[in-house]
T-cell receptor, first 114, second 113 residues
Framework: DTGVSQDPRHKITKRGQNVTFRCDPI?????LYWYRQTLGQGPEFLTY????????KSRLLSDRFSAERPKGSFSTLEIQRTEQGDSAMYLC????????????FGPGTRLLVL | GEDVEQSLFLSVREGDSSVINCTYT??????LYWYKQEPGAGLQLLTY?????DMKQDQRLTVLLNKKDKHLSLRIADTQTGDSAIYFC?????????????FGRGTQLTVWP
C-alpha cells in the first residue's frame, strides 16, 4: 500500500454545481478524517469516521456537505450547490485505532468554484 | 477550542540550522506533531512527540517540548534548499478521543543557496 490517495487532484466547477471527492485510506487503517485547508491557513477538521460510522462533524460542515464511508474502506465527500467560499484544498487522512496513532494525509483535492 | 500559534515566515541560508517555533494553549495535549507541506501537495508527517517527553531527535530533526510554557520547536540541522516548504505544528488534545488534530497556520521556510 502506497499511502492515502485522493481523487480527483483538482476540480474546477461553477457555482451551484455539485461535486464529489473520493478518498482511499491506507488499507489497515480504520479511522478516516476529512480536513479543509484554505489559502494561508492550516487544515481545519471537518469530519471523522471509525470504520463506516461517522462519529463527529465540525460546525464547518454545513448541510450542503455530506460524507460517507459505506463499507468502512473508501470515503466520499459531496458538496451540493457549491459556493465560491467552498474553494479550498480538501485533505483526507487515515490512522489506526490507538490513541497515539498518527494521521497520514493524502495529496488533497484542490477545488475552485467559479 | 484549542489554539496553535506559529510565526509565519523564516528564512535561512543553506547549511545553517532552522528553528521553527510553535505555542499551544491546551495543557492536556497528548501528542504534538510536525508536518511539512510542499507547494500543491498534502501534508507529510515529519515527526511527533508525546507529552511526557522533553526532546526527540530523528536524524537532522530535533523536537523540543517545554510543557510549562506550552512551547514546541523543530530544529532542522544543515538546512537544505529541499527543506523549503510550509511547516505545520499540530496538537492532539487529551479530551479528543476521536483524534482530531488542531493545526497552526504554518511557517513558510525559505532556504537560500
Amino acid at each position: 500500500d502506497t499511502g492515502v490517495s485522493q481523487d480527483p487532484r483538482h476540480k474546477i466547477t461553477k457555482r451551484g454545481q455539485n461535486v464529489t471527492f473520493r478518498c482511499d485510506p491506507i488499507s489497515e487503517h480504520n479511522r478516516l478524517y476529512w480536513y479543509r485547508q484554505t489559502l494561508g491557513q492550516g487544515p481545519e477538521f471537518l469530519t471523522y469516521f471509525q470504520n463506516e460510522a461517522q462519529l463527529e462533524k465540525s460546525r464547518l460542515l454545513s448541510d450542503r456537505f455530506s460524507a460517507e464511508r459505506p463499507k468502512g474502506s473508501f470515503s466520499t465527500l459531496e458538496i451540493q450547490r457549491t459556493e465560491q467560499g467552498d474553494s479550498a484544498m480538501y485533505l483526507c487522512a487515515s490512522s489506526g485505532a490507538a490513541l497515539g496513532e498518527t494521521q497520514y494525509f493524502g495529496p488533497g483535492t484542490r477545488l475552485l468554484v467559479l | 477550542g484549542e489554539d496553535v500559534e506559529q510565526s509565519l515566515f523564516l528564512s535561512v541560508r543553506e547549511g545553517d540550522s532552522s528553528v521553527i517555533n510553535c505555542t499551544y494553549t491546551d495543557s492536556s495535549s497528548t501528542y504534538l506533531y510536525w508536518y511539512k507541506q510542499e507547494p500543491g501537495a498534502g501534508l507529510q508527517l515529519l515527526t511527533y512527540i508525546f507529552s511526557n517527553m522533553d526532546m526527540k531527535q530523528d536524524q537532522r530533526l530535533t523536537v523540543l517540548l517545554n510543557k510549562k510554557d506550552k512551547h514546541l520547536s523543530l530544529r532542522i540541522a544543515d538546512t537544505q534548499t529541499g527543506d523549503s516548504a510550509i511547516y505545520f505544528c499540530a496538537e492532539k488534545a487529551r479530551g479528543s478521543t476521536l483524534g482530531r488534530l488542531y493545526f497552526g497556520r504554518g511557517t513558510q521556510l525559505t532556504v537560500w543557496p
